[in-house]
């Protein structure tokens, strides 16, 4: 049953309009885990003029809403407020981990992307991803 839910809950995750955000990291890492997704991890800060303009445009964009919610378990975390590892060390936001489901860095990125660029950084990760899985 329990992965019947998790199977639905997925594929309305393919039709979304919204990234499928978790409500924290560690239930975003137990998603990871349990459907065998890798992470995005957005780090964001209460004043980010920068993170506020990535969420509501190239995050809202549907191709790259469409890739996110197939590829990845996402969670949004505050720099100073929630709880992460301190691995993912954010000196500044917005800052963008990507994850394998083992919580070892794929790639990270600092800073604002539009569409485009968003689209060749989403590549990026995961030439390095399949990369890595050859080692």
Request: some cysteine.
């Amino acid at each position: 049953m329990k992965y019947f839910l998790i199977l639905l809950a997925l594929s309305f995750s393919l039709f979304a309009d919204s990234i499928e955000w978790n409500k924290d990291y560690k239930t975003a890492v137990e998603i990871a885990k349990e459907t065998d997704k890798l992470l995005f991890v957005f780090i964001t800060s209460k004043n980010c003029k920068f993170c506020k303009k990535l969420k509501e445009t190239t995050l809202k964009d549907k191709n790259i809403v469409k890739k996110i919610n197939e590829t990845y378990s996402s969670v949004i975390v505050m720099k100073d407020r929630d709880t992460f590892p301190p691995k993912l060390n954010a000196k500044a936001t917005p800052m963008l981990y990507f994850l394998d489901k083992d919580e070892n860095i794929i790639d990270y990125s600092l800073g604002y992307w539009d569409v485009f660029d968003f689209n060749f950084v989403l590549k990026d990760v995961q030439k390095r991803y399949l990369k890595g899985m050859k080692k």
